[in-house]
């Protein structure tokens, strides 16, 4: 069965740092999705993207935060300057059309900044 | 202010009890979704509900969408160990989903 593939499944950042988190989507969907989660809180939605270009992003995807699909299979979320509020697990989320279809959920990437 | 209220936040019950869970909005959505999470992994999508008064079934899960489309429930039959873990709601707002808090679930032996 088709599964959204994230990597690494756990970085572990100083603070201040770069981190560049991978999913590879399932493959027949155009639209991608970030998400984190903090330890015990609830899911929050970081950004969507669809046609090489961000179609929404919250008010937490700020200028620290980038997404780039560089080939026809990853799409990256590079986190710039590493603060330790960031420390969270990123998903990654793919659907074939936009957010009033089902969107599938990578494992996740926890992120430790320290 | 949630966009999803789950309810009830914990629900600790013990193997074979029945139970219900509730997702409740003041907006309407045009759809809803329910994720089952476990520690430490992705929601792994059970259901999407899309049309008001609509019940669907997935084994011992009973799924209903509201007939105005602002709330939804999981009803559990005869709840085994298995079916531990965090149950969120979400609904589509633009390109995005936006999730409940959740219920989290234990089912104890």
């Known amino acids: 069965e088709p599964e959204v593939t994230q990597t690494p499944s756990h970085q572990v950042t100083q603070m201040g740092q770069e981190v560049i988190l991978r999913c590879v989507p399932i493959?027949?969907?155009?639209?991608f999705y970030w998400y984190r989660q903090i330890l015990g809180q609830k899911v929050e939605f970081l950004v969507s993207f669809y046609n090489n270009e961000i179609s929404e992003k919250s008010e937490i995807f700020d200028d620290q935060f980038s997404v780039e699909r560089p080939d026809g299979s990853n799409f990256t979320l590079k986190i710039r300057s590493t603060k330790l509020e960031d420390s969270a697990m990123y998903f990654c989320a793919s659907s074939e059309e936009g957010g009033r279809t089902e969107a599938f959920f990578g494992q996740g990437t926890r992120l430790t900044v320290v | 202010t949630q966009l999803l209220e789950q309810s009830p936040q914990f629900l600790s019950i013990q193997e074979g009890e029945n139970l219900t869970v509730y997702c409740n909005s003041s907006s309407v959505f045009s759809s809803l979704q329910w994720y089952r999470q476990e520690p430490g992994e992705g929601p792994v999508l059970l259901v999407t509900?899309?049309?008001?008064?609509e019940v669907k079934k997935l084994k011992r899960l009973t799924f209903q969408f509201g007939d105005a489309r602002k709330d939804s429930s999981l009803h559990i039959t005869a709840a085994q160990p298995g079916d531990t873990g965090l149950y969120l709601c979400a609904g589509p707002r633009i390109s995005r989903l936006t999730f409940g808090e959740g219920t989290q679930l234990t089912v104890n032996p």
């Open positions: 493959s027949n969907h155009l639209y």
């Open positions: 509900v899309v049309t008001g008064g």
